[in-house]
């Protein structure tokens, strides 16, 4: 396909140049914002008298037909254009001839592709908050379901004190929840019009910036027509919240594979979304669970891939920006991708609530509880944390565990102990009795989940 800035040149484009240059394999998917805003940009001219008004409706309502052509397969993309702007230009053109050159009044494709990203990222964050949601929907009612799901802590993956699966899951669902403001806090930023901005340095035709902005749905235009094309940053910004919600999923996703190996046993994967060995019979294996913790890495490279490429660029457009679409395509696909195969995945799995018990009745994870015990008999915490450390070596050394040892033994360490610590030390006990603000006890997790509903239905 012929280039749209011959005129200067004598010469036809070398086909390795055209290849090289051309970005319209992975720029076509912005066919329908790039439509859309040509035809906000072609209403503007005419309102404004650029153009003459019914100009301007021929133009848009063939924009609107090559639209709906696209969409239903009549009219295919010709992948030898140098980009998408420049096919869409090219084809109004042999449909309108000189009128359709007449489309480009005004405008530069570098204002042109700053648009079209912000309108097809804005549309993709928002499928991502939903997505998102629905994930953190799926772990409340699992969290609900397991409000008396006893299951050890740990820290340093050594069994720490006890919590509820409900407890564990919630933790997940802040973290997400965040992950949503921040991508909405990121929208309210890419939400201005880089329209009018033009190469660079704005245009002397009588625009009306807030008009594109407004019936594109921007809260109004970029503010310096500089910046407006220039400026990557909301792409750096979504690949950088992108990335942490990959943090998330990937720690998350990392438990779920230790939880489903036979050292834990405390949860099982559904069938449909586990896959098997070519040569062990007896394997089921977590690999969605690994393949989401891998393709973090992608999208970690891709917003590394955005900062390197921004970090040296002059003002104001530089060709390096082409490469940005790929990369927060790459980030934005990959997420949707792995919360796509994630969700289900979670809301099939069946927890094994004996084994999480069982793994709670180990480990020593009431040896808090006993040393506050000592507290409240009047001992300082450092003193019964000693007493308490003394009956676990003990307990070690005989094999037992702080509720089969004798109160004999008890007293043998601090002669405060009483047979009330045995229900000191009740594992049900100290869990729901964990009543503080954002603790595992039923009536700490209610809140929470109370204020996660509160926080996705008010979005
Ligand atoms: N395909 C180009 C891109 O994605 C469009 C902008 C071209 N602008 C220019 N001055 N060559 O960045």
Redesign the pocket.
């Known amino acids: 396909m012929a280039q749209l800035?011959k005129g200067r040149f004598k010469k036809e484009l070398a086909k390795e140049t055209n290849d090289f240059n051309?970005?319209?394999s992975f720029?076509c998917r912005m066919f329908e914002e790039d439509i859309k805003g040509s035809i906000a940009h072609a209403t503007m001219l005419g309102a404004c008298g650029v153009i003459q008004k019914e100009e301007s409706e021929k133009i848009a309502s063939e924009l609107s037909n090559i639209l709906n052509e696209i969409k239903s397969g009549e009219l295919e993309i010709d992948m030898s254009a140098?980009?998408?702007?420049?096919f869409i230009e090219g084809d109004l053109t042999s449909r309108l001839d000189s009128l359709g050159k007449k489309l480009h009044t005004a405008r530069?494709?570098?204002d042109?592709?700053a648009l079209d990203i912000r309108m097809v990222l804005k549309k993709e964050t928002d499928k991502i908050i939903n997505m998102l949601k629905k994930l953190v929907s799926v772990l409340v009612l699992k969290a609900e379901e397991n409000k008396e799901t006893i299951m050890p802590g740990y820290t340093h993956l050594q069994r720490a004190q006890p919590i509820t699966l409900a407890h564990h899951l919630l933790a997940y669902c802040f973290m997400l929840l965040r992950d949503i403001s921040r991508l909405d806090d990121a929208k309210k930023r890419m939400n201005f019009s880089p329209l009018g901005s033009g190469?660079l340095a704005g245009t002397t035709y009588p625009i009306n910036r807030d008009l594109t902005a407004d019936l594109l749905g921007f809260e109004g235009p970029c503010k310096n027509s500089l910046d407006g094309v220039s400026d990557r940053d909301f792409c750096i910004e979504i690949a950088s919240v992108l990335s942490l919600v990959m943090v998330h999923l990937s720690r998350f996703c990392e438990e779920i594979i230790l939880w489903c190996s036979w050292e834990f046993k405390f949860i099982e994967l559904d069938d449909a979304f586990s896959t098997g060995s070519s040569i062990m019979p007896q394997k089921k294996n977590p690999d969605i669970a690994e393949l989401v913790r891998g393709k973090s890495g992608r999208v970690f490279g891709d917003l590394t891939t955005l900062l390197t490429i921004m970090k040296g660029l002059p003002l104001a457009?530089n060709?390096d920006?082409?490469e940005?679409?790929e990369a927060i395509f790459d980030a934005v696909d990959t997420v949707k991708m792995c919360l796509c195969a994630f969700t289900p995945m979670i809301e099939t799995m069946s927890v094994l609530k004996e084994n999480m018990r069982a793994a709670a009745a180990k480990g020593f994870i009431n040896a808090t509880d006993c040393a506050d015990y000592l507290v409240s008999k009047g001992l300082p915490f450092r003193d019964a944390y000693k007493a308490t450390g003394e009956a676990v070596a003990l307990c070690i050394e005989n094999g037992s565990t702080l509720e089969t040892l004798s109160l004999e033994e008890y007293k043998s360490v601090c002669p405060l102990f009483e047979y009330d610590v045995f229900d000191a030390i009740n594992l049900e006990k100290c869990v729901f009795n964990r009543i503080s603000k954002g603790g595992p006890a039923i009536e700490s997790v209610e809140n929470q989940i109370k204020e996660i509903k509160e926080n996705i239905y008010n979005q």
């Open positions: 800035w051309s970005s319209i720029d140098e980009d998408i702007h420049t530069s494709r570098n042109q592709v190469a457009y060709k920006m082409q940005d679409k």
